[in-house]
């Protein structure tokens, strides 16, 4: 602790109904934010099956943070993993160390979660990365490119990668034109 983090409590010492316990993960990824953790999370659970919001406490207590009342975390689930979002102040922002991979069965998933996440204020990146509105960074990858870049022909591989690392948002034809290509 620097001093400058904000002590929330966690999820594993918040009182928890006893068939929460059982289905709380092991590891729980915790998201700062700077006031923004529920709209965030409101906006990450439509984007995915199996997403939404589990539970949003507020603080009993003035902390570094804010007022008491104010909403300290918020716990959401987004296809099935589970996130916590905490609300602790501008001292720390998000970059490019850490990343969230969504696997696409098609090139529609990849469009639809690209145009989503790059919306208000997103940016687009480059080889399938982006960082959405709040600054986390996500990268967006067609099931496809991990068939196409592991081809048993080195060539088709090669060509399929090379195409890769010239995109912005992934595009399953091009791969595959590319892979194909003499």
């Known amino acids: ?30 998201l700062w934010f700077d006031g923004n ?27 570094p943070s804010g007022p008491a009342g104010m909403i300290l975390t918020v ?14 102040g501008p001292d720390f922002t998000f970059n490019e160390s850490v990343s969230f991979v969504i696997e696409c069965e098609d090139q529609a998933e990849v469009d639809r979660l690209w145009e ?15 960082k959405d509105r709040f600054g986390l960074s996500w990268q967006i990858v067609p099931r496809r490119l991990g068939e196409l870049v592991n081809d048993a022909d080195p060539g ?7 195409a890769m690392l010239k995109m912005g948002k992934i595009e399953v034809a091009e791969l595959e034109r590319a892979a194909a290509a003499a």
């Open 116 to 130: 989503s996440l790059t919306a208000n204020g997103g940016e687009p990146g480059p080889c399938g990365w982006l």
């Open 37 to 63: 953790a529920e709209e965030a999370a409101e906006f990450y659970v439509t984007l995915l099956p199996n997403s939404h919001v589990d539970n949003v406490w507020r603080s009993p207590a003035e902390t």
């Open 75 to 88: 716990d959401f689930t987004v296809a099935g993993q589970q996130f916590q979002g905490l609300n602790g």
């Open 156 to 162: 088709r591989a090669r060509r399929a990668m090379e």
């Open 1 to 30: 602790h620097d001093g400058r983090t904000s002590c929330a409590t966690p999820k594993f010492l918040q009182v928890q109904p006893k068939e929460d316990v059982m289905a709380m993960a092991k590891v729980l990824p915790c």
